[in-house]
């Protein structure tokens, strides 16, 4: 039986704020909090001893109101509602100085966390004994134990697959750290040196997080902090709300997207997301999310348990823009007024489902919420591909001759789509996650790398195009070594919109070129790699925007000497003639009097509706 | 003053800004200074040097024969880079890696949506990147031979394009520098007048974005800037003088014209560096030697801290929005000064990063600006005199109360004063985040450290940005406006030399003393061309220090002994972030840093004062009314002197602003000591 989970916030937890109020503390408590945020982030990259958060830097921290509500995130649309879990298994009036709470549970966080790598440790802040605020660090830890090293896996068919759970617990006691607990969660990684230190650098930010707020709170005074903070989500909802109002009518827009596969042999697995605008009697709006009628939960690991916060962050962050005075908060979640999922679906999956490969739904659901806008006539980007990873686990030799395990999950990014005023972005993962240097990597993992650059052709033709994705080749130096990938997005590629054609598709392929020539399934794990063999790995671009034979035909030849663009694509698709690294005007001229008649979205070819 | 000067060698220092170029000229056996200021002229810098020179020569009645030493701070390569507008450039790499730049770390950054950001063009784009065959390995052994016919090929399409500066950036370069070293040779043969870089001279460190970026900066600056100096040097001849040109640096020191030439990109982050090197010299003159630098000018403002008379290095600088890992000053910029803009967005009162910059400026200078800016809330509040510049400059005060009124006030229902106090308010709220950051964030009380504000708005905010961060003392230098010229005379000859190891690992003495011989022999052969006495020439050793598996380092004083070094390394890094790692330590890069002392001149005393008289009053806004507040000519101040706020010091650089409960004092030297009296200080008096 499938039931709607309904959760949106109930009129109770509106923001108390008024817009109006004293702007000048405002922005300096804003200010005070973000110059808190960058302190406990560059603690934990500075100190942190695994590769996964200094290196790739996956982490981020967060800073909430004394009932808990997100004030100040990071600028991810990731992040639900993160202290509801610990609230919900310790009340508030429980909690002490000194206190700091720590989970990974998904489903015991209703998707708060969307996989298990991920660790949440969360501190209440007290001023005069009152509890003021709340701070969090998270970061993805390297191994948590599980099926496989790394702990995700497109193997994993059960979240016991995928790691050690740690639901909402109080690590430390007033000040007295529970040792066991850790001890425990140490004793289940197969790198606990790295969770050790991990863990000591995540402690300390909180531990930072906290005294700084505290200072905040002491000089401004409870009340006026409360205040500022409650402002800050009036604000966020507001702007947002304002900005939801002037694209969607009243009425109801729909979109699909679809993931191809959960490497179990089952897919597509369409995403149906509905957005209905009403009046109320009192002549409020009413704005309700709806993605009941997404497709079933899967047997692999490509669930994506999506806290109710996800749509409102997204849909926020996208409405926000680049205006750096605009604060990324629950004030996004809270501008709908109801979002509607469907226990079993994709998108809320019951337990025990497997989680580890959420990221590539997550981002697939992006890409369908910018579907949504544009449906409703709004200006958000064409769609992205799904960032890839590629995870090897193996043995090498080191120069003593000893033989030596390594975990090596790499990162690759992807091109994004392209935007009304703008080209896609080329070659990037995701917001605030960098790559293994090809320098890095050498010195301390037993691969070379042969090529990583743009794969040529990938960006969505457009009058902008769609980012280009990357060619990332290794030559594997270890003894042996399992591999597991993860790309989407090759049988349903990033739609380009408004005349823009689809991004380009990712590829593996082991030792191309050569005899035993292998492609590997896009979303699979157990593929042996053996001292020697090439990794060839392709990643998807973005869709374009607007008609191709609109893009001037320099921007077009300049694509084309950099590499992004090949001399054959540019004449069939963009019309563009180029003779001898020169445009050819009259070649170009000729081309683009047969212009293709185009249609809404661009998926392998123009439809009307992407369905 | 001495009558037989003129056989005594003088030294002069340029610092040409925005608007002025200014000048101060020594004598170095005496220590007496003269000063000079003239227009600057952005479309030929050297022609306000020339000018500049000869008006401070005049003053002091001597001939260009007689100077010893030329100081010059340039901010020609910072502009290249801030404006895109260097030289044409190309880069070479490793084949299969043509698109490093382009790549960058692959991230949207932390603080950017990532529906809205653009990737910003990079300084060479990916149709200017040739590739060439060969490869080296992690540890530096080569797995592929260097094919000299793909240098020639890429040769010839650099020539064919036109460029006139070639950056080279090869894999693993910093391990073994071979391939890169061969490369730049040929292409030095085939391309003869295009100015060539090597990774492995300009950033010997580990990741390959961030070295070929620096590389590839260094090779869009290096044209403008050769030009820039030949010009100079030429100018100098014109002048008849015959002493060495010497260029301030990102790392506090000086560095004559030849080793500019070829790291040209070691001045991009020189702006701010030599009004620093002043600011500690001015407080140092007043045996003050823990200060907490701000140098406010019209977009931003640089803050950083000086401990025991050390100015820290590091090396996570950025250009804008570039890292630069080069050794520079440890200082935080932001984008706040007297020209940034206050506006309202969407309900939120914001001040910066946006300037008004010269042109228009702020509105009560006249030309036309429309918008609120930082100094136009100081004029509402009565902080400025009704002229600056000696009377030259008149502020229209009638406009600046327009436009806050206008685009705040109204807006926010406020009254016309209390917006401009709101935008100051948030402007000190900014800059004191910065403070923070080089000072409680690396584990030091402010309330132990003295304020040094300078720049044409510093003194404007000293007392505000104490009382925020808790410091009871502010120290206004002599000429707080004209401090970088200062700062050039003191600047000592520097320069670091470093080698990243191959491969991270724990401390081996051995071959780190043999690698530090190496170095300190490059330093020797450095301070030798640039004609430093032994005498004067020192060495410091450092390590770059962390944890196996940390992605940063700590730069820790070497030791002799392994223990003594790692213990010292902890403790740097307990201070720095509250705890200890069990975990092997290990020591990723071994650095000197190479200085040729100048030598003291004789400190200058200010006159004794007859006691402070104001010259005037203005109409100032305190504490909710307008009172008529004393104004005082620093010209007419002496050591000795004391007043208390609220009063306004006017000078022809800078306006200092005493607020009401700190006692202003003149020192020996002529700097004006504000103590808070409030403060455990200010009660003893």
């Known amino acids: 039986m499938h039931e709607a989970v309904s959760v949106g916030a109930p009129a109770g937890e509106r923001p108390r704020g008024s817009a109006t109020g004293d702007p000048v503390t405002l922005e300096i408590i804003r200010g005070a909090i973000g110059a808190a945020q960058s302190e406990m982030e560059a603690l934990i990259e500075r100190t942190a001893i695994s590769a996964f958060i200094r290196e790739k830097k996956d982490f981020y921290t967060g800073l909430f109101d004394a009932d808990g509500v997100m004030a100040v995130g990071s600028m991810v649309p990731v992040f639900g509602d993160m202290t509801g879990p610990v609230l919900a298994r310790f009340p508030a009036a429980s909690m002490r100085p000194g206190d700091v709470y720590w989970y990974n549970d998904c489903y015991g966080s209703r998707g708060a966390v969307s996989h298990s790598n991920d660790q949440v440790l969360i501190a209440p802040v007290f001023c005069d004994g009152a509890r003021v605020a709340f701070v969090m660090a998270w970061a993805h830890f390297a191994d948590i134990g599980g099926l496989r090293p790394g702990s995700i896996s497109p193997d994993a068919t059960d979240i016991m697959h995928e790691g050690i759970i740690v639901p909402p617990t109080r690590l430390i006691d007033a000040g007295a750290t529970n040792e066991a607990a850790l001890a425990i969660f140490h004793r289940n990684s197969r790198y606990p040196q790295q969770s050790l230190g991990d863990m000591k650098a995540l402690m300390a930010s909180v531990e930072l997080g906290v005294r700084r707020v505290e200072e905040i709170v002491r000089r401004f005074g409870v009340s006026t902090f409360g205040d500022a903070l409650a402002r800050l989500l009036a604000r966020t909802r507001g702007v947002v709300r304002q900005r939801l109002a002037a694209t969607f009518d009243y009425g109801t827009h729909r979109f699909t997207d679809a993931i191809d596969s959960d490497g179990h042999g089952a897919g597509p697995f369409k995403l149906r997301l509905a957005l209905t605008r009403t009046r109320q009697a009192n002549g409020e709006d009413r704005f309700v999310f709806d993605a009941t009628q997404t497709d079933d939960q899967s047997f692999g690991p490509v669930n994506f348990l999506m806290n109710p916060g996800v749509p409102g962050m997204a849909l926020g962050l996208y409405y926000l823009g680049g205006d750096p005075a605009q604060v990324c908060n629950a004030g996004g979640p809270q501008a709908l007024d109801e979002v509607l999922l469907r226990e079993g679906s994709l998108l809320w999956p019951r337990f025990p489902a497997p989680l580890g490969m959420r990221g590539l739904t997550m981002m697939r659901v992006l890409a369908a919420l910018n579907g949504l806008v544009n449906v409703a006539g709004g200006g958000a980007p064409a769609a992205h591909s799904a960032y890839v990873i590629t995870i090897m686990r193996g043995v090498f030799r080191t120069a003593q001759g000893a033989l030596q395990p390594f975990l090596l999950a790499d990162g690759i990014g992807v091109g994004y789509g392209a935007r009304p005023f703008a080209d896609g972005i080329d070659a990037v993962y995701f917001v605030a996650q960098e790559n293994y240097p090809v320098e890095f990597l050498e010195q301390g993992y037993p691969v070379r790398l042969r090529e990583y650059a743009v794969a040529i052709d990938s960006g969505g033709p457009g009058r902008r195009r769609g980012g280009c994705g990357i060619v990332r080749e290794y030559e594997i130096l270890a003894e042996e070594a399992l591999l597991a990938i993860r790309i989407d997005s090759v049988k349903n590629p990033p739609w380009g919109i408004a005349g823009g054609l689809c991004g380009g598709v990712g590829s593996a392929t082991v030792n191309p070129g050569a005899p035993d020539e292998r492609r590997l399934p896009p979303l699979s794990d157990g593929h042996k790699l053996r001292h020697g063999d090439i990794l060839r790995i392709v990643t998807g671009g973005g869709g374009g925007h607007g008609h191709p034979f609109d893009r001037p035909p320099d921007e077009v030849l300049e694509d084309v000497r950099g590499g992004f663009v090949s001399l054959e694509a540019a004449r069939r698709d963009y019309g563009v003639a180029i003779v001898d690294d020169a445009l050819d005007p009259a070649g170009t001229a000729a081309l683009r009097r047969v212009r293709p008649a185009a249609k809404a979205f661009h998926r392998g070819s123009y439809v009307d509706e992407l369905l | ?685």
């Open chain 2, 1 to 685: 003053m001495s009558t037989n000067s003129s056989e005594a060698a003088l030294t002069v220092a340029v610092d040409i800004g925005g608007t002025f170029t200014d000048v101060a000229l020594r004598d170095d056996a005496s220590g007496r200074v003269w000063r000079a200021k003239t227009p600057s002229v952005p479309s030929d810098p050297s022609q306000a040097f020339l000018a500049g020179v000869e008006l401070a020569l005049r003053a002091a009645g001597r001939e260009a024969a007689a100077l010893g030493r030329v100081l010059h701070g340039t901010t020609v390569a910072t502009n290249m880079i801030l404006e895109n507008k260097g030289a044409a450039a190309a880069l070479i790499t490793t084949a299969g890696f043509r698109h490093v730049l382009t790549i960058g770390r692959q991230d949207i950054p932390r603080r950017a949506n990532l529906y809205a950001w653009v990737k910003p063009p990079r300084p060479v784009p990916a149709s200017r990147v040739f590739e060439v065959r060969e490869r080296v390995a992690a540890g530096g052994a080569v797995l592929t031979p260097l094919d000299e016919a793909s240098v020639r090929a890429a040769a010839a399409r650099c020539r064919a394009l036109g460029v006139s500066a070639v950056a080279v950036c090869l894999l693993h370069a910093y391990a073994n520098p071979s391939h890169e070293r061969r490369t730049a040779e040929i292409l030095a043969q085939e391309l003869p007048g295009v100015a060539v870089t090597a990774s492995s001279d300009v950033l010997p460190v580990v990741r390959e974005f961030e070295r070929s970026l620096a590389t590839a900066l260094n090779a869009v600056v290096t044209p403008g800037v050769a030009t820039y100096i030949a010009r100079l040097e030429q100018r100098l001849a014109d002048l008849k003088v015959d002493a060495p040109l010497l260029l301030m640096q990102s790392n506090g020191g000086v560095a004559g014209a030849a080793r500019i030439r070829e790291a040209a990109i070691t001045t991009a982050l020189s702006g701010p560096a030599a009004g620093v090197v002043g600011a500690r010299e001015a407080a140092a003159e007043c045996g003050v030697d823990n200060l907490i630098t701000v140098d406010i000018g019209g977009t931003s403002a640089d803050i950083c801290l000086i401990e025991k008379g050390r100015i820290g290095l590091t090396q996570s600088g950025h250009v804008g929005g570039w890292p630069l890992p080069l050794p520079m000053l440890d200082m935080v910029t932001i984008g706040a000064g007297g020209g940034s803009i206050a506006r309202l967005r969407d309900g939120a009162l914001v001040v910066g990063p946006e300037s008004a910059g010269a042109d228009p400026g702020p509105a009560c200078y006249g030309r036309g600006g429309a918008l609120s800016t930082v100094t136009d809330a100081h004029v509402v509040l009565g902080h400025l005199p009704a002229s600056l510049l000696g009377g030259r400059m008149r502020l229209d005060a009638e406009a600046s109360r327009r436009v806050v009124e206008e685009t705040i006030a109204r807006p926010l229902g406020l009254s016309v004063e209390a917006a401009a106090q709101g935008v100051l308010a948030i402007v000190d709220n900014n800059m004191m985040g910065a403070l923070r950051v080089v000072s409680v964030e690396r584990g030091r009380n402010p309330a132990d450290f003295t304020l040094t504000p300078f720049g044409g708005a510093g003194p404007l905010h000293g007392c505000a940005l104490a009382r925020l961060l808790g410091v009871s003392r502010v120290l206004i230098p002599v000429a707080p406006g004209v401090l970088c010229a200062d700062g050039l005379l003191a600047a000592d000859i520097k320069a670091e030399f470093a080698r990243t190891l191959a491969q991270a690992d724990v401390v081996d003495m051995g071959a780190a003393h043999a690698i530090f011989a190496e170095l300190e022999a490059k330093a020797e052969a450095w301070l030798e061309a640039e004609r430093i006495p032994a005498a004067r020439r020192s060495f410091a050793r450092a390590a770059l220090m962390r944890y196996r598996g940390q992605g940063g380092e700590v730069a820790t004083p070497w030791r002799d002994e392994a223990a003594a070094l790692e213990s010292a390394f902890e403790t740097q890094h307990r201070g720095l972030y509250g705890f200890t790692l069990d975990a092997p330590i290990e020591c990723v890069t071994l650095r000197v840093e190479a200085v040729g002392a100048v030598g003291a001149p004789p400190r200058q005393t200010a006159p004794r004062g007859a006691g402070a008289r104001p010259a005037a009053t203005h109409p100032m806004f305190v504490e909710g009314r307008r009172i008529a507040a004393p104004v005082y000519d620093r010209a007419t101040l002496g050591a000795g002197d004391r007043f208390t706020g609220p009063a306004i010091v006017t000078q022809l650089d800078a306006t200092t602003l005493v607020h009401a409960g700190w006692r202003a004092e003149v020192m020996a030297n002529g700097a004006l000591l504000l103590v808070d009296e409030s403060s455990a200080e200010g009660m003893r008096a």
